[in-house]
């Protein structure tokens, strides 16, 4: 099964600030059938304008993976950390017991990034962050694990819950190939270019959903990057 979600259909909201669109219920927005995929729970697609961000907030057991599109987002928490993940890379924040954390565009430019949430396995855990930069020319061509928790993925950001966060940029005409198992379900946007998921035409920012499939090959139509979430 392949559903694709085009961007125009996701939830929206903007506060001037923060241009937010929503793949799955948050915020003012509600759909019931659009609550969840399996573990994942959030998808937002969020600009935010210069030098505004995010107060700070709090967060419990929640796995908050924070995938940047352009510009930069500037972290600080209640732990005492503070970091600036740019364009391509990747944050992670475990909520576990609970923390609080403000996101920042300090930059002079817009931020784009999405935010996905994942349920974790394991409640009541120690909070923890962590950054760290993932090349994309690492991802040429193929998919890239980028935070999991899943035994093996020893190079990802860790995350508390069985689901793998993974990125990919291909060259128009390339594909590349992810093996989900029917078992699982993952969730896959393109963050720029046309793709094909098996054959399936989706467009920039559209979500497409998966399920009961073995595996799914995309190919970029036009010079594409993408994010994958494959989740139990």
Known sequence: MIEVRPFSS???????????????????????????????????????????GFAPHPHNDMEIITYVRSGAISHKDSL???????????????????????????????????????????EGEKPSWGTRPFPKDDRTGRFVTLASGIEGDGDALP?????????????????????????????????????????????PRDGVAIADLDAVTITAIDDAEIVLVDIA
């Open 10 to 52: 996701l939830g929206h909201a903007n506060h001037g600030w923060l241009d937010a669109s929503h793949h799955f219920s948050f915020g003012g927005y509600r759909d019931a059938k659009r609550v969840h995929w399996g573990a994942l729970r959030v998808w937002n697609d969020d600009t935010i304008a210069p030098h505004t």
């Open 80 to 122: 005492g950390n503070a970091g600036r993940t740019e364009a391509g890379d990747v944050q992670v924040m475990s909520a576990g017991t609970g923390i609080v954390h403000s996101e920042k565009n300090e930059e002079d430019v817009a931020t784009t990034l999405f935010q996905i949430w994942i349920i974790p396995d394991r």
């Open 159 to 203: 995350i508390r819950a069985n689901a793998r966060v993974l990125g990919a940029t291909l060259k128009a005409g390339e594909s590349a190939t992810h093996q989900v198992g029917r078992d699982r379900k993952a969730y896959l946007v393109a963050t720029q270019g046309r793709i094909e998921v098996n054959g399936v035409a989706a467009d």
